[in-house]
């Protein structure tokens, strides 16, 4: 079996999302690239995470070409081959829909740096991208472009995606900027606009965190 140890990583991680209140029902999807073959191994489509085994993990070429697997391969592949394309230095995707990250793209509002650890995310502010259909290419090249260098981006009335250096490092930046969101909603709640942290103070977070850091030609 192809991709042995990163479908097993998929099927895992999968398991955690709807505990970690990351989405609902079969919402969201996953993957993970090898770095050594270019190959991904993605969640496949419309399959409920507790019942997915390694083997229901598809592998997957680059370019998208089933290399390995039964499954068909989560409808929104595009996006997450567009963002492996798109930056060489991250090997993991995580694309949630989890509740307060959805509410804050419904608004249609970047999450702006209200904690430091919005700074996970390599940037100040975790932007939102223009809606587009589910799984189309449209939303791919939206959502890619939408992040540039940031590791995570709203997709407006749909949810967040995060990128990550491996699946465990997507998975906590989701985790986080779930969090986040949800007290930048809560400010919000209040009637209020939370005081921001200063540019000074969010590069301060981003080198704490080192390791998530966007060091020259990290893109
Ligand atoms: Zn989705």
Do not use: W
Not at 24 to 43: F, H, K, M, P, Q
Not at 108 to 129: F, H, I, K, N, T
């Amino acid at each position: 079996m192809l991709l042995q140890t990163e479908r097993l990583l998929v099927a895992q991680y999968g398991r955690k999302l709807i505990p970690a209140g990351l989405t609902a029902g079969t919402g969201g999807n996953l993957s993970v690239r090898d770095s050594r073959t270019g190959y991904i191994a993605v969640s496949p489509s419309g399959m409920e995470y507790d019942a997915i085994s390694p083997a229901d993990v598809t592998v997957v070429s680059p370019d998208g070409t089933v290399a390995d697997g039964a499954r068909r391969p989560t409808s929104e592949l595009a996006m997450h081959l567009g963002f492996y394309a798109a930056r060489p230095n991250r090997h993991a995707v995580v694309h949630t829909h989890s509740p307060a990250a959805t509410a804050l793209a419904c608004l249609r509002r970047s999450l702006p740096p209200m904690s430091y650890l919005v700074a996970l995310s390599g940037r100040d502010e975790v932007p939102c991208a223009p809606y587009r259909d589910f799984g189309s290419p449209a939303l791919a090249q939206a959502a890619v472009e939408t992040a540039g260098g940031c590791d995570a981006v709203l997709l407006a009335n749909h949810g967040l995606v995060c990128l990550g250096k491996d699946l465990d490092a997507a998975f906590q930046l989701a985790e986080e900027l779930e969090f986040c969101a949800g007290v930048y909603l809560r400010c919000l709640a209040a009637g209020a606009e939370p005081v921001l942290l200063t540019k000074e103070e969010m590069a301060r977070a981003r080198e704490r965190f080192g390791a998530y850091g966007q060091p020259k030609g990290d893109e």
